[in-house]
């Protein structure tokens, strides 16, 4: 009998410990279903890309360096000796402005050559290949080429400013030159023309496509218009619009001398003409007048989702009563008088921006 009882408790022994063992088998079964379960819960709580955003600062007219008829006193180069040939006296004043910004773009209204043959026409602009060194310590980037003062010097002015502007790191677009520049990741791709007529439509709707495959950013900048006018002509209207469809993010001009309107098309900017800036093609004209457009644009997945704008008025010199050559931002009344003339130009264009200008 007493065989039987231990065999028993031996047998129900058994039995208790296969039963744990099924119970802790379920128990490691449930854990690790539970956890897998939860795994997934975790890896949906994503958070959004990261934003970039890239300030870019375009100012009008740079022409470093003179005519040859010109007296030299007050003269472009005049200044220059003047201040001990100090290639950072220019562009002192906004220097800080564009050594901020992640790009300075500019049209530059010269040749940088010693070739002495210059074409046969009224006005044939010149700097030594040395004041290249003003756009280095002006802390800018890209100069537009596309205008009627790059061949002055015939093709081998020309070519020595490219390469001129080449040995300084400096970008240039137009002429068939595209300038493309990586920011923060971003590609920005820049294009430069003459519009003196819709007759480079075709090309510039095949270029732009191109750099629209290459670039997050496209700029267009335009040669145009009418000289001292305050009104963009139809020309402009059209080149400038026919850009935007074609999917340039803004539009940049320049020529005329004397600041334009804007326009906010498709909430894409066209910016008429910026007026002259760093001019050494005139002692003492008597409109100053000038801005620098600051354009912000924030990305996410390399796609625009904001921009922003900021509109810096300046004078083209330092002074009032002459040219002095040294661009300056302006406060106070002066810079609101420039700001009341831009919102006037751009009431007067269709797309025109109104209201108070961001500054």
């Known amino acids: 009998m007493f065989r039987y009882t231990i065999l028993a408790v031996f047998l129900s ?41 890239i300030t870019i600062s375009f100012a009008g007219d740079c022409t470093i360096g003179t005519d040859i008829s ?18 950072g006296y220019f562009f002192r004043s906004v220097k800080p402005i564009f050594e901020e910004d992640d790009l300075t773009i500019v049209n530059l209204e010269t040749t940088l050559t010693r070739a002495a043959a210059p ?4 006005y044939r602009f010149r700097g030594d290949p040395s004041y290249v060194n003003i ?13 009627n003062h790059i061949y002055d010097y015939k093709e081998e002015g020309y070519t020595e400013t490219l390469e001129t502007l080449e040995k300084a790191g400096i970008l240039y ?15 920005v791709a820049s294009l430069g023309y003459t519009g003196w007529d819709t007759s480079i439509k075709k090309r510039m709707a095949s270029d732009i ?33 026919f850009c935007i469809d074609r999917g340039a993010d803004i539009v940049i001009g320049h020529h005329p001398h004397v600041i334009q309107g804007i326009e906010k098309y498709k909430n894409r900017y066209i910016v008429y003409s910026l007026g002259n800036f760093c001019f050494g093609g005139n002692r003492n004209p008597s ?33 009032n009563y002459t040219n002095d050559y040294q661009p300056t931002v302006l406060k106070g009344g ?21 209201g108070t200008l961001p500054n």
């Open 334 to 354: 002066a810079k609101h008088r420039i700001l009341n003339r831009i919102l006037e130009y751009s009431s007067l264009l269709k797309y025109g921006i109104s």
């Open 70 to 87: 010109f007296p030299y006193e007050n003269s472009f180069p005049y200044q220059l000796e003047m201040n001990n040939n100090d290639y």
């Open 119 to 122: 074409a046969e026409k009224k």
């Open 173 to 187: 677009s137009g002429e068939g030159h595209t300038a493309i520049v990586n920011i923060k990741g971003i590609t």
């Open 209 to 241: 496509q191109k750099a629209r495959d290459k670039a997050e950013l496209v700029i267009v900048s335009l040669h145009w218009g009418e000289e001292r006018s305050f009104c963009p002509n139809n020309t402009q209207l059209e080149l400038g619009r």
């Open 287 to 319: 409109d100053k007048d000038t801005f620098i457009f600051q354009y912000n644009a924030t990305f996410r997945d390399n796609c625009i989702t904001d921009t922003r704008v900021s509109i810096i008025p300046c004078s083209i010199s330092s002074v």
């Open 135 to 147: 756009l280095k310590e002006g802390s800018i980037e890209i100069v537009n080429i596309s205008n």
């Open 13 to 53: 022994v058994c039995f208790l410990l296969l039963t744990a063992s099924d119970a802790f088998s379920a128990f490691e079964e449930n854990v690790h279903h539970e956890s897998y379960l939860y795994q997934p819960l975790l890896s949906v709580h994503t958070y959004p890309p990261p934003e970039t955003t």
